[in-house]
Structures are given as structure tokens and as C-alpha cells.
């Protein structure tokens, strides 16, 4: 009967031919030494996640695993900072937390409209609210900067409400129009 390729290893390694039980457990010493030197070669992992992120086989024991149950606030904020979305969550709250940003007394009479290029867009309830906020300009911004960070609200636009437009409308003439109206 021909000798297999592995069987011939194993033999010609023992020394003189072998048969029945003593070629098995040849051949089963040397495949138990070849899987010791490959295991020997791999460099030890630790953790109970590899560096691809594949869980590894077997129970981590007590403490805390990434396989536990997370808050869900944890993973949010996980997302949010692999993804670079801290910047536009600053300037949503923002808008979000305007009563808790400037103080309910303000938040009453005064309402963030846009922010574009760190210049924050705030709509007074009258002039005189607006002209109030600008010289408060500089305590708000300090108060939205320890509220949603430095460098998300750089200046303050403030202005009064919106007068009505009297240039458009369905009886609106195109061109000069008479000058004797006022007069």
C-alpha cells in the first residue's frame, strides 16, 4: 500500500518505518508541533476584540465589554465624533436651547433667526429689545460660548422686528409714480 505524503514526512522524521499505531501517533506529534510553532509565530492578541473589530471566541469575564449594553447617549455622542457632526450639533442647540443659552427673560423677547459663518442672526421684539441686546452683546457671547463651545458663535447680527414693505403689493404701480401724493 503507497505512503500518503504526510505519512512519509512524519516516517522518515521518526527514524525507521513504522506501521499501525506507532505511524498514527508519529504523524499526530508532528502535526501537534506544527500548530505549536504557528501559534508561536502569531503575536498574542488581548482584549476580546481584534484589531478588525471581529469578536474573538469565548466569554471576556467580568468588567466592562464592548459587547455590553450601551447608554444610548454614549453611543450618540460615539457617532457624532467619528462622523465630525460636534460642530453642527453646537449650532443646533443653539437654536434648541435659545431660553437656556441666554436666560428666560431674554429667550422672551428675542429669537435666533440663522448662523452662517459664526455670525449668529438674532430677531428683537422691538427696538428698543434690540438696541438692549446689543449692548449685552458681549455677556451673551460669552454665555453661548461656555453653553456650546468657543468658535461656533463668533459675532452677533442684531436687529428689530421686520417693518412691513410697502415696494410690492397688488396695488403697487411700477416706475416713480406721481411725487404730488405728500405735498
Do not use: C
Amino acid at each position: 500500500m503507497p505512503e500518503e505524503p504526510a505519512e512519509k514526512g512524519a516516517a522518515a522524521a521518526s527514524g525507521p518505518e513504522q506501521t499501525g499505531p506507532q505511524l498514527a501517533r508519529a504523524v499526530l506529534d508532528a502535526a501537534l508541533a506544527k500548530r505549536r510553532a504557528a501559534q508561536q509565530a502569531r503575536p498574542r492578541r488581548t482584549g476580546s476584540f481584534e484589531s478588525d473589530g471581529k469578536r474573538l471566541r469565548g466569554y471576556s469575564g467580568p468588567g466592562p465589554d464592548p459587547r455590553d449594553p450601551q447608554l444610548f447617549g454614549a453611543v450618540l455622542e460615539r457617532i457624532m465624533k467619528q462622523r465630525g457632526w460636534q460642530k453642527p450639533a453646537a449650532e443646533a442647540t443653539v437654536f434648541g436651547a435659545w431660553e437656556k443659552v441666554v436666560g428666560p427673560d431674554i429667550a422672551k423677547h428675542s429669537n435666533p433667526v440663522k448662523l452662517e459663518g459664526g455670525v449668529l442672526t438674532v430677531e428683537a421684539e422691538s427696538t428698543a429689545w434690540a438696541t438692549q441686546l446689543r449692548l449685552l452683546a458681549a455677556t451673551l457671547l460669552r454665555n453661548i460660548a461656555k453653553e456650546v463651545g468657543h468658535n461656533v458663535v463668533t459675532r452677533l447680527n442684531i436687529h428689530g422686528p421686520a417693518a412691513p414693505s410697502w415696494n410690492r403689493g397688488p396695488r403697487r404701480v411700477q416706475g416713480r409714480g406721481p411725487r404730488d401724493t405728500y405735498g
